[in-house]
């Protein structure tokens, strides 16, 4: 079986401090983790995605996660953060092997605000 | 290049109708699967179907009905609506390689009464 934790529903940031959400993950197997963005009204857009390569992974809109396997992690930050950032966002983990036909399993999410 | 396109984007039935979300990619994707989305739940999976006549349950399968006669299309079947499954219904697909990301269709905004 596999589960992903998302720690803390709501973060709340200041235009230009750090990003930080956290995603701890368990998997039997080895796993692919992806970080999606859901803006309000919209369907989920994928920001980056770990497939067993490079255990930092860069994607799209200045956002970046580090898999670390020793802690079962793979948290999302950005340096800076724009008031464009604000929305929610998942974790998500899909098992690599196994009989599980790599079904994709969600996070809770994680709401981010950011002030100006 | 339309993605994956749901129709229709609202919709509010009575208790006990019945009605289909429909579901359709233009990326000849072999796998496609349904999720509802509910406040503080995240995502949570119906039904997939790794290819056209196969489909499985995923983890919130009761009430639901799907098929696949085509690999283009994967329609939903709510066959008696309850209060429920009031929720927002998305449609995803990928290739059929696991560590391939899921495309997202935009969701159905689903009201029962």
């Known amino acids: 079986a596999q589960s992903v934790t998302q720690l803390g529903s709501h973060v709340s940031v200041s235009e230009g401090a750090l990003v930080l959400l956290r995603c701890n993950y368990s998997?039997?197997?080895?796993?692919?983790l992806f970080w999606y963005v859901q803006y309000p009204n919209q369907g989920l857009q994928l920001l980056l995605k770990?497939?067993?390569?490079?255990?930092l992974v860069k994607g799209i809109n200045g956002f970046e996660a580090e898999f670390k396997k020793s802690e079962t992690s793979f948290h999302l930050t950005k340096p800076s953060a724009h008031m464009s950032d604000a929305a929610e966002y998942f974790c998500?983990?899909?098992?690599?092997?196994?009989?599980?036909?790599?079904?994709?399993?969600f996070g809770k999410g994680t709401l981010l605000t950011v002030n100006p | 290049n339309a993605g994956v396109t749901q129709t229709p984007k609202f919709q509010v039935l009575k208790t006990g109708q019945s009605m289909t979300l429909q579901c359709a990619q233009d990326?000849?994707?072999?796998?496609m699967s349904w999720y509802r989305q509910d406040p503080g739940m995240g995502l949570r999976l119906i039904h997939y179907?790794?290819?056209?006549?196969?489909?499985d349950q995923g983890e919130v399968p009761n009430g639901y009905n799907v098929s696949r006669s085509t690999t283009e299309d994967f329609p939903l079947r709510l066959l008696s609506a309850a209060p429920s499954q009031t929720s927002v219904y998305f449609c995803?697909?990928?290739?059929?390689?696991?560590?391939?990301?899921?495309?997202f269709g935009d969701g159905t905004r689903l009201s029962i009464l």
């Open positions: 995803a697909s990928r290739t059929g390689t696991g560590y391939q990301p899921q495309h």
């Open positions: 998997s039997s197997v080895p796993p692919y």
């Open positions: 770990y497939t067993s390569a490079a255990t």
């Open positions: 998500a983990v899909s098992a690599a092997g196994g009989g599980s036909n790599y079904k994709l399993t």
């Open positions: 990326m000849n994707h072999e796998y």
């Open positions: 179907s790794v290819g056209a006549g196969i489909t």
